[in-house]
């Protein structure tokens, strides 16, 4: 972005602003980029020989015009999930209407991609910026980790609302619950602990510790993430109104033909139906050090699934989880040490977890630990599937006071 138009943000918002731009173009390209595979898979079904394609049981175009159709009721869904963070009192643009003809250029999109950020209060659009400065970026790497985000976040809201993903939520959800219920009572219910649950991606974990009587607030950093959690937790969506097909594309390590086209009935309860005390739940946006960066021993417990790897420094989220957790507070944790900026450009440390079992007693006193195996997104009727072993720990804030302080990195 460029210009004067931009006095009004400061840097960091221009570049919140660029990458939110990017995100709802993912999200508007979905049926667009998949398309594309289908063609691939269409294109080379069609080289098969006569005698080739008379062994087959269905013939090329079918089982392509299957896939689109999962396709379109899944860019269907991505509309309904972008018009719960839209102002529709004041857009102007199509949305839901937008891909009823099924014939829209890139350009199309991208004006669609306007349309959706002067409308919704998901991010600082000032009036006066430009529509030539409201664009989504052309790098292919960037484009490419975006659409594996939005195909991502289907496959998180099989895991997280859905009757699908129970056995997931068990595996990883349920020992967390049962360590909260066992070793935080709640003594007044009309003041319950507070219960912090970082990376909450759609927001299951912390509306089950809410179910529970208890405060409860998620954090998560990815927009793709928010705008999920920000639909189904504050629309009245009844359960199973939405089916989703997120396996459409995964043409691979399949029994049957048609285990890809499996649906998805989502969400499987509805929060809107426990009439959520708004005073007792909340989701914090932002990246965990920073969103957190003023608070002082503010939580009752803390409950991390999936999380502790998502760091850069694993030492920093540990100090801060210190820092931010009572003398005597709860902290839960489930899951493996995957560390996810260990293969890419960014700057990564990845500590075994006998290195970081001892960081973390500094200032806790684990008194349960174990390794338990979990699913993550997993396909049900894929032949391949990826089981972690992941730690857990049960750990109580011990007496000693936070000191240190890390880079950033």
């Known amino acids: ?24 173009y993912a999200f508007m390209s979905y049926k667009r980029d998949g398309s594309v595979d289908v063609e691939r898979i269409y294109r080379s079904f069609n080289l098969l020989s006569e005698d080739d394609k008379a062994l087959l049981t269905e013939s090329p175009a079918s089982r392509t015009i299957k896939i689109l159709k999962a396709l379109i009721k899944n860019q269907e869904f991505i ?93 990883c959800f349920r020992p967390l619950l049962d360590a909260l219920q066992r070793r935080v009572p709640i003594n007044d219910p009309d003041n319950p602990p507070l219960i912090l649950c970082p990376g909450s991606g759609l927001g299951r974990l912390p509306f089950e510790v809410l179910k529970l009587g208890y405060s409860s607030q998620g954090n998560e950093f990815s927009y793709f993430m928010l705008i999920g959690s920000h639909f189904v937790i504050n629309n009245s969506i009844k359960p199973n109104a939405f089916k989703i097909y997120p396996y459409c594309l995964d043409t691979s390590n399949r029994i049957s033909k048609e285990d890809h086209l499996k649906g998805i009935d989502i969400p499987d309860v509805s929060p809107s139906e426990f009439k959520i005390d708004r005073q007792k739940f909340s989701i914090c946006a932002g990246e965990f050090i920073e969103a957190y960066e003023g608070f002082s021993e503010h939580f009752d ?63 806790f006193t684990i008194d349960n630990f174990d390794v338990k195996e979990a699913y993550y997104t997993s396909n049900a009727l894929s032949m391949m599937k990826t089981q972690y072993k992941c730690i857990y720990f049960e750990a109580t804030r011990n007496e000693v006071p936070v000191s240190g302080a890390s880079n950033t990195f």
């Open 301 to 363: 417990g803390v409950l991390t699934s999936f999380f502790l790897d998502t760091a850069k420094n694993i030492i920093s989220y540990i100090r801060t989880i210190a820092r931010l957790t009572k003398k005597g507070a709860l902290w839960a944790n489930m899951g493996p040490l995957l560390y996810h900026y260990a293969d890419l450009t960014h700057n990564s440390i990845e500590l075994p977890w006998d290195e970081v079992r001892a960081i973390i007693s500094k200032w």
């Open 79 to 171: 509309i309904a999930m972008i018009s719960g963070i839209v102002d529709l009192e004041n857009y102007t643009g199509k949305l839901a209407n937008f891909y009823a003809g099924n014939k829209y250029t890139d350009e199309e999109v991208k004006e669609e991609v306007r349309h959706i950020i002067r409308n919704t209060p998901f991010c600082n659009c000032p009036d006066e910026l430009g529509d030539d400065e409201i664009r989504p970026t052309s790098d292919p790497l960037v484009l490419q980790r975006n659409i594996n985000w939005v195909r991502s976040t289907l496959r998180q809201f099989v895991r997280d609302w859905s009757v699908e993903g129970e056995e997931e939520r068990s595996q």
């Open 1 to 24: 972005m460029n210009g004067n138009s931009n006095k009004s943000l400061e840097q960091t918002e221009i570049e919140e602003l660029k990458h939110f731009v990017n995100v709802i």
